[in-house]
């Protein structure tokens, strides 16, 4: 049985309306991480690679996305700036093992994975903005 396009449009904004709250969600996640890792630069004086990936998350959380039909960047710095971030934590996991490699020290994980959603629901989020600012849906 074909889709109609009642049904298609249907669908289409309501998978619009889950991407804005899952990018709501993931801006406010990027955000506080970005914020304690301004606050462990701050108090410890030293940037790591794993500081600049925050720092790149807060940024892409705070730029307000492009609206449909416009000519703007914003979109697109999203997007880069939230897959920076994303590489700036592999990058911090990998150096931590090379450095770090004594049995029982483990990388913290949950807060890995918690930036790597976040980060690439971001990314996401602003490649799909950056579509539809020439199609608008």
């Not at 934590?89 to 931590?96: C, P, R």
Request: positive net charge; proline residues 4%; charged residues 10%.
């Amino acid at each position: 049985m074909p889709i109609e396009n009642t049904q298609l449009s249907q669908r289409v904004k309501i998978e619009v309306y889950v991407l804005m709250v899952l990018s709501v969600i993931a801006r406010i996640a990027c955000a506080l991480m970005g914020a304690f890792s301004l606050i462990g630069f701050l108090h410890f004086g030293s940037l790591s690679i794993g500081m600049l990936g925050g720092f790149l998350a807060l940024a892409a959380a705070v730029i307000p996305s492009s609206r449909p039909g416009s000519t703007d960047k914003r979109s697109t710095a999203i997007l880069a700036l939230a897959t920076l971030g994303f590489m700036c934590e592999i990058v911090s996991i990998v150096q931590y093992y090379l450095i770090y490699d004594i049995p029982g020290n483990d990388h913290w994980w949950p807060g890995s994975i918690a930036f790597f959603g976040a980060t690439a629901i971001m990314a996401a989020y602003g490649a799909i903005t950056r579509a539809r600012q020439s199609h608008v849906v």
